[in-house]
């Protein structure tokens, strides 16, 4: 199983970026796909999630309104819309797919927001 995100780069706060995660190896469809942001020296924090079935969609409190994650399950991606970002945005974002005790992750790109 392998995720492959890109996407990330520096952009000045209130601009925007779309991040990508690319699934192989795995039934993607049954799969719920997830996005988690880490800073340095801090815990991974959940950011979006989207379920395999239905497409329902929830966010954590810090991007509700702002981010927009959305699925392509005939191309085994998902995505995260990044709108208004803010510097506290700043950090490197994961891809996670999971599926009963399965669990996957990315290697990461990083998103910079500068002021």
């Known amino acids: 199983v392998q995720l492959v995100e890109s996407g990330g780069g520096l952009v000045q706060s209130g601009g925007s970026l779309r991040l990508s995660c690319v699934a192989s190896?795995?039934?993607?469809?049954?799969?719920?796909m997830n996005w988690y942001r880490q800073i340095p020296g801090k815990e991974r924090e959940w950011v979006a999630s989207?379920?395999?079935?239905?497409?329902?969609?929830n966010y954590a409190d810090s991007v509700k309104g702002r981010f927009i994650i959305s699925r392509d399950n005939a191309k085994n991606t998902v995505y995260l819309e990044m709108n208004s970002l803010k510097p506290e945005d700043t950090a490197v974002y994961y891809c996670?797919?999971?599926?009963?005790?399965?669990?996957?992750w990315g290697q990461g790109t990083q998103v910079t927001v500068s002021t």
């Open positions: 996670n797919a999971q599926f009963s005790w399965l669990k996957y």
């Open positions: 989207i379920r395999s079935a239905g497409g329902t969609t």
């Open positions: 190896g795995l039934t993607f469809s049954n799969y719920d």
